[in-house]
């Protein structure tokens, strides 16, 4: 790195701490200031902050693409826009009328306490930050020749240490500024490389035949399920926190729709990057296919614009996972055991212990696990099934509620058959029987409401 480069990159760091943190005028006082600013968050705050917090896994889109092909967009890309779309139109508006603050707290209003705390167990693994403070550790380590241990500490401090004070609204704020430097960056690399080595029509036209194959010489199986993890939209809880503090469910139903807008424009320019890389770059380190594509192209200063956009892209996942999950942790398992009088108002210190307590274990798991490769694609098989069709008919049912019992089967028989496929497979070395753990599980979820739920509704009609 050059010093200009790093000079760039320090600078962001500190315009981010005085943003995040010293342009902070004062400290929310409320719970719903301190979780959802209030519910006033604007049309443009909304979009920037789900824009940005989408594409913490920047690394891994580089790194499919560079080994997959276009492949990356049939998996990463549209299927997202198709989920985004019926969550805009049938499921934003209603998650800002009913006025929950968390999906658990959903869980909790309409099936009971215990569904409630098991579903935010499970949100906490969905919403983990860990692989993203991964990818920002190994970024520091690369680039500044520190030792993982530290740049890992230096990631996850600078992602998080404005929320302690800001909550949700230093979040957003950050957040704006971050969703210039992401595109920014990638429309510099784009530019860079039209302009040495060719138009992106020229590339993929010398592309070998494998890397424009939509399947990537994988199994359509094995893609559709990537499709169906997309449904993981309906119960992210980035998602319905965004829609629940929006200021009207018209605001949550646009924001979606303009930011898969923005979404389709930030993919085409990743996978066109990409795409450059295949035949440009000769490495062993996909997952760096980005940063080494900047370091043979952009020339000094523009290396260190384009560097701080995939800082800005992984820190902006990092502080809102790391938020949701010391939400989830603080307020939907820990205020919820305390069942005393005076906790009802004291609902932030319990936030503040999730967010110390979420922080310690991600890192941790960084550090003691230094790979993510298929830990999405695991988690979503396994988590997804088991919360996915309970959220989604709660929500749109009118005064849909089921006895305690029945709700917390329903969340668990999934999970344990994805568990139980996944662990068979594992055991095999081969895909249980060909089928994804993925399958199975939405089939029990779907059998269970179908013939238990709804004879149990029927009898007591």
Same mark, same amino acid.
Request: aromatic fraction near 18%; charge should be positive.
């Given at each position: 790195?050059h010093?200009?480069? =790093?000079g #760039?990159i ?8 005085? &943003?995040?943190f010293?342009?902070?005028?004062? %400290?929310?006082?409320?719970t ?8 006033r968050l604007s049309? @443009? /705050? ?10 913490g896994?920047?690394l ?9 092909g276009i492949q990356t ?5 549209f !299927? ?11 499921? +934003?508006?209603n998650?800002?009328?009913k ?5 658990p707290d ?5 099936f009971g ?7 935010a ?5 969905? +919403? ?5 403070i991964? =990818?920002?550790g ?6 500044f020749n ?15 240490f404005?929320l302690? %004070? /800001?909550?949700f609204?230093?979040? &957003? ?7 210039i ?6 429309f #510099?690399?784009? /530019?860079f490389l039209?302009?040495?080595?060719g138009?992106?029509l020229?590339?993929i036209?010398n ?6 194959d939509p399947l990537?010489? %994988?199994?359509?199986q ?15 809880p980035?998602?319905?926190q965004?829609? +629940?503090?929006a200021?009207?469910p ?5 924001? #979606? ?9 930030f993919?085409t ?6 795409l450059?890389?295949? %035949? ?10 980005y940063?080494?594509?900047?370091i043979?192209?952009?020339?000094v200063?523009?290396l ?15 502080? =809102? ?14 205020w919820?055991?305390n069942?005393?009088p ?5 609902i932030?210190?319990?936030?503040k ?7 310690t274990? =991600?890192?941790t798991? +960084? ?5 993510? &490769?298929?830990?999405?694609f ?11 069709l309970?959220?989604i ?6 005064d849909?509620?089921? !006895?305690?019992?029945?709700s917390?089967?329903? #969340?668990l028989?999934?999970l ?12 095999? /070395?081969l895909i ?11 089939i ?6 179908? @013939? ?7 009898q007591?009609?």
């Amino acid at each position: 790195m050059h010093l200009i480069d =790093s000079g #760039i990159i320090l600078g962001y760091f500190l315009f981010l701490l005085w &943003v995040g943190f010293f342009r902070q005028k004062s %400290n929310p006082k409320t719970t719903d200031s301190f979780i959802l600013s209030g519910r006033r968050l604007s049309l @443009i /705050g909304f979009v920037a902050t789900l824009v940005t917090t989408w594409y913490g896994a920047i690394l891994g889109i580089g790194e499919n693409t560079y080994l997959y092909g276009i492949q990356t967009w049939f998996i990463f890309s549209f !299927p997202y826009y198709i989920f985004a779309l019926i969550y805009a139109f049938f499921i +934003a508006p209603n998650i800002r009328k009913k006025g929950f603050v968390s999906i658990p707290d959903h869980f909790h209003a309409h099936f009971g306490e215990k569904s409630g705390i098991i579903s935010a167990i499970l949100i906490i693994f969905l +919403a983990s930050p860990a692989p993203y403070i991964l =990818s920002m550790g190994v970024l520091i380590q690369y680039f500044f020749n520190i030792a993982l241990g530290t740049s890992l500490i230096i990631a996850t401090l600078f992602s998080i240490f404005y929320l302690w %004070n /800001g909550g949700f609204s230093a979040v &957003v704020r950050t957040d704006l500024f971050q969703f210039i430097c992401m595109f920014l960056s990638f429309f #510099i690399l784009f /530019g860079f490389l039209w302009e040495k080595i060719g138009s992106p029509l020229q590339i993929i036209e010398n592309l070998p035949k494998n890397f424009t194959d939509p399947l990537g010489g %994988n199994t359509v199986q094995y893609v559709l399920v990537w499709f169906f993890i997309a449904a993981w939209t309906f119960i992210d809880p980035g998602f319905f926190q965004r829609c +629940a503090a929006a200021k009207t469910p018209e605001i949550a139903k646009k924001g #979606i729709l303009i930011a898969i807008g923005f979404w389709a424009i930030f993919d085409t320019l990743t996978l066109f990057c990409g795409l450059y890389a295949i %035949n440009y770059l000769k490495t062993d380190q996909a997952l760096l296919t980005y940063p080494l594509l900047a370091i043979n192209i952009l020339p000094v200063g523009f290396l260190g614009l384009f560097m701080t956009g995939i800082f800005a892209i992984i820190m902006s996942t990092i502080d =809102s996972l790391s938020f949701i999950s010391a939400i989830t942790f603080g307020r939907d398992i820990l205020w919820r055991l305390n069942h005393k009088p005076e906790h009802k108002k004291s609902i932030i210190p319990f936030i503040k212990t999730g967010l110390i307590f979420i922080s310690t274990i =991600s890192l941790t798991l +960084a550090y003691l696990i230094p790979s993510v &490769v298929g830990l999405l694609f695991t988690l979503g098989s396994i988590i997804i099934p088991a919360l996915i069709l309970p959220f989604i008919v709660s929500l749109i049912v009118k005064d849909f509620s089921l !006895p305690e019992k029945l709700s917390i089967q329903w #969340i668990l028989i999934p999970l344990f058959i994805s568990f139980l496929w996944l662990l068979l497979s594992k055991t095999q /070395g081969l895909i249980f029987l060909k089928i994804e753990p993925f399958y199975p599980g939405m089939i029990g979820s779907f059998l269970y409401y179908f @013939i238990i739920i709804r004879g149990h509704q029927w009898q007591l009609k």
